[in-house]
């Protein structure tokens, strides 16, 4: 039975008095989300400290974040399809508030760690955000609505780092996590208020099994990518955990392949365009944080060195912010190219702007205004981006795996995001200058972070590019209208 013509309906009738508060709404949520993974980073050098925890241990207040968004993110987007896609939205918000919660009201390691992983369960906000907008807009403004709340992640990020700041700054440490809460009800009672629930779903059963074996392959995956350059990448921990990452994910799929309602139908995952658009997700994933790894960490080392700039923490987060404003303003410019000339070349256009912003800051790291331009051409590929990819994912599944679909994409770019972090480690230890008594990543270990960084965006260019053209004369309003889930569906039957 097709979901569409049960949608049409009550979309046609419904929709159009609320949809103008629905777009707003569901940014500042995919908003909240991204700057709750940035409010800590202004105290993770502090954490040992404050939570009487050995540097390594206290990590795992990251890490915890890191590997529950990564679970929590495919299995939420698979619940929005089958049980309501705002409903699942509103559980999303609500574990942000509780972790919030738990984690400013700790003192010690343990519950801090229960109280982030609570907060990575939020993460699968902004693919159920934009599959909403799938089931609530008309074709016309899909486009410009997916590009909005895409380019939230960016400005979250961006703005959370001098919020964070100017709050570690002032406040007590706990004060980070309450704003975190405050800001989550605030998202919740939003979303509760102005969000309507779409009647598009699968129904079925949840694939428990499934789930867990996705879950536990992740799991070894990250861990072993994430806490490699602690343990050793030769050692046995580090390798058994990639090993039994292969042999864990590769029995996942074969059981999903003989499952009835799999938790991600890896058919449709293995469709040209959803498939090719994955991997240059992994790609530009990996661009996308190569800046967050370098720039910041230039800005603030010491003059002295002949190449830091001697900035604080809350300097070095207003050099980033107007990259995530950057996202947000053009995503509208990155709607109309998708509109002219269909999402693949926008992909490629902000790839290509991507490979450009690193470029520039390769050769030009000697002033503040260096690295605030360098982040604002990056900010502006990412948005062209992260505005087309979910617009491939849409145009090539039903609406009822809408959700499951958006949700595998946002974790491939997370996956991209996590092997950035583990090889800008490996070069920033490796690659070292003596000054004074400590060793410091040299100005070329910098560099080469952000070749890397240009290079994995050219990579991304080159993947986009085998994307398979759509099908019909319309071009890139043949995507935008099948994004809809309305018209496409039937002409694919």
């Not at 343990?231 to 074969?254: D, M």
């Not at 999903?256 to 469709?271: F, H, I, K, S």
């Not at 000697?366 to 982040?375: D, K, N, R, T, Y």
Request: hydrophobic share 55%; proline share 5%.
């Amino acid at each position: 039975m097709s979901d569409a013509p049960e949608q049409s309906a009550p979309t046609g009738t419904a929709a159009p008095p609320r949809t103008g508060a629905v777009v707003p709404v569901l940014a500042l949520g995919g908003i909240v989300v991204s700057l709750m993974q940035t409010l800590v980073i202004p105290i993770v050098g502090q954490l040992p400290q404050y939570l009487n925890a050995s540097p390594s241990d206290a990590a795992w207040a990251v890490t915890a974040t890191l590997l529950a968004a990564a679970v929590a993110t495919p299995v939420m987007g698979r619940l929005g399809d089958m049980y309501g896609k705002r409903r699942m939205l509103l559980v999303s918000m609500a574990m942000l508030v509780v972790g919030s919660v738990v984690a400013g009201l700790s003192d010690s390691l343990t519950p801090v760690i229960v109280g982030r992983a609570l907060q990575g369960l939020s993460s699968g906000v902004i693919p159920l955000g934009i599959s909403i907008l799938r089931d609530e807009l008309p074709a016309e403004r899909l486009g410009s609505a997916t590009a909005m709340i895409s380019a939230s992640l960016g400005v979250g990020g961006a703005l959370g780092l001098p919020l964070a700041a100017l709050i570690a700054d002032n406040f007590d440490w706990h004060a980070l996590f309450w704003t975190s809460a405050a800001l989550g009800v605030v998202a919740l009672v939003l979303v509760l208020a102005l969000v309507p629930e779409s009647k598009v779903r699968s129904g079925g059963r949840f694939d428990v099994v499934g789930a867990a074996g996705m879950a536990a392959g992740l799991i070894c995956l990250l861990l072993a990518i994430s806490k490699g350059g602690d343990w050793g990448w030769t050692s046995g921990t580090t390798l058994g955990l990639f090993a039994a990452a292969v042999v864990v994910l590769v029995g996942w799929g074969f059981f999903e392949l003989r499952t009835e309602g799999p938790l991600v139908d890896l058919r449709t995952t293995a469709r040209p365009q959803v498939l090719i658009t994955n991997l240059a997700s992994v790609a530009i994933g990996f661009a996308m944080f190569s800046m967050s790894l370098v720039i910041p960490q230039v800005l603030q080392l010491p003059e002295q060195t002949g190449y830091g700039l001697g900035q604080s923490l809350l300097s070095a987060g207003l050099v980033m912010a107007p990259s995530g404003l950057v996202m947000m303003a053009l995503a509208p410019v990155s709607a109309l190219v998708t509109r002219a000339r269909g999402p693949k070349v926008t992909l490629m256009i902000g790839a290509l702007i991507v490979a450009a912003g690193y470029g520039l800051n390769v050769a030009l790291m000697s002033e503040v205004w260096h690295f605030v331009l360098a982040s604002c051409v990056i900010g502006a590929g990412i948005g062209f981006c992260y505005g087309a990819m979910p617009t491939l994912i849409m145009g090539a599944v039903p609406a009822s795996e809408t959700g499951a679909a958006n949700s595998l994409n946002t974790l491939m770019r997370s996956i991209g995001t996590s092997v950035a972090s583990a090889v800008a480690g490996v070069v920033l230890a490796q690659m070292t200058t003596r000054f004074g008594p400590y060793a410091l990543p040299s100005e070329d270990a910098f560099r080469t972070v952000l070749a890397l960084g240009a290079g994995a965006a050219l990579l991304g260019f080159v993947v986009a590019a085998f994307i398979p053209k759509q099908r019909g004369a319309a071009g890139a309003e043949s995507v935008v209208t099948e994004g809809t889930g309305q018209e496409a569906e039937p002409a694919k039957a």
